[in-house]
């Protein structure tokens, strides 16, 4: 397993949830790039090199207060890009 930055899969796990309940979102590929990009520069990064870091970060992402965080930040990154859509 080479390193991977898990926030990456813990935004992608949360977007669908939280794009499907807010109104008047573009959903083509580059407002939703732009959206993860957003949000993704505005968490730590989580790397992780073997499948136990991996596990532990992933025990870590189930917490309510990380999870909340990145919809914190999705609903930010829908606002700017709603705003300023690029497509």
Known sequence: MSYRNYME???????DNV????EGICR???CKEDMIAYTLNRMSA????????????KLNQ???Q??????VQLIEASDIVRNN???
């Open 19 to 22: 794009v499907k309940e807010i």
């Open 28 to 30: 083509c590929e580059r």
């Open 66 to 71: 990380n999870r909340m965080d990145i919809v």
């Open 85 to 87: 859509p690029r497509h």
């Open 62 to 64: 189930l917490k309510v």
């Open 9 to 15: 899969d813990a935004v992608l796990n949360e977007y």
């Open 46 to 57: 989580k790397y992780v090199v073997t499948d136990l870091g991996h596990a532990y970060t």
